[in-house]
């Protein structure tokens, strides 16, 4: 598509993207994702942290808010993140002070009716739902999209594609979803 017709899109139906990652994991592909789909979609349209939280802001209730405005949040997952999920998982049980931030967007996503997309780089594989911590096991259920180093822009193209269809459609009703309060 031209880029006059990504224009046209911005302008009849915003998107907010809300990016999560983990840094140990997937930052720098999750940076060049957001640098792509800022293009796309606008500055304003895609949030990711470390360009878009000002100093002086209280980050943790400003990610917040962001994830409950986020019509999509693009969960990054990288070859580690389920170990990194799980790791993360049993230091807050030791520590309750080390809070997992990319478990409280998830979770925020999915108590807020946001479109959850699962993106795979560096060759990750989608993490099996019984591997996962119980918060991010319902990302098991969603078709995740790929992004592979060879093929990177086409990819993106793909994955703008996709987020440019789910924009059409309503969001689903919050807490619709499995959350983490549920016994397996």
Do not use: C, N
């Not at 880029?3 to 139906?13: D, I, P, T």
């Not at 918060?135 to 995740?144: I, K, T, W, Y």
């Amino acid at each position: 598509a031209s880029s006059g017709s990504h224009a046209m899109e911005r302008l009849r139906a915003p998107l907010h993207v809300f990016i999560s990652y983990r840094r140990s994991d997937t930052q720098s592909a999750s940076r060049q994702l957001a640098e792509a789909l800022k293009v796309r979609f606008g500055p304003d349209g895609v949030f990711f942290d470390t360009r878009d939280i000002a100093a002086g802001v209280e980050w943790r209730r400003d990610t917040i808010r962001r994830v409950q405005e986020s019509d999509v949040v693009l969960a990054i997952i990288g070859p580690r993140w389920a170990a990194a999920a799980d790791d993360r998982a049993r230091r807050s049980l030791l520590d309750r002070t080390d809070e997992d931030l990319v478990r409280l967007e998830i979770e925020t996503a999915f108590t807020h009716g946001a479109i959850v997309i699962p993106v795979l780089v560096a060759d990750a594989e989608m993490p099996a739902r019984e591997s996962l911590p119980r918060p991010f096991r319902p990302l098991a259920d969603v078709q995740a999209q790929t992004l592979r180093h060879t093929s990177w822009d086409r990819d993106v193209d793909a994955l703008v594609d996709a987020l440019t269809h789910v924009s059409g459609r309503p969001r689903p009703p919050p807490e619709s979803r499995e959350l983490g309060a549920r016994a397996d």
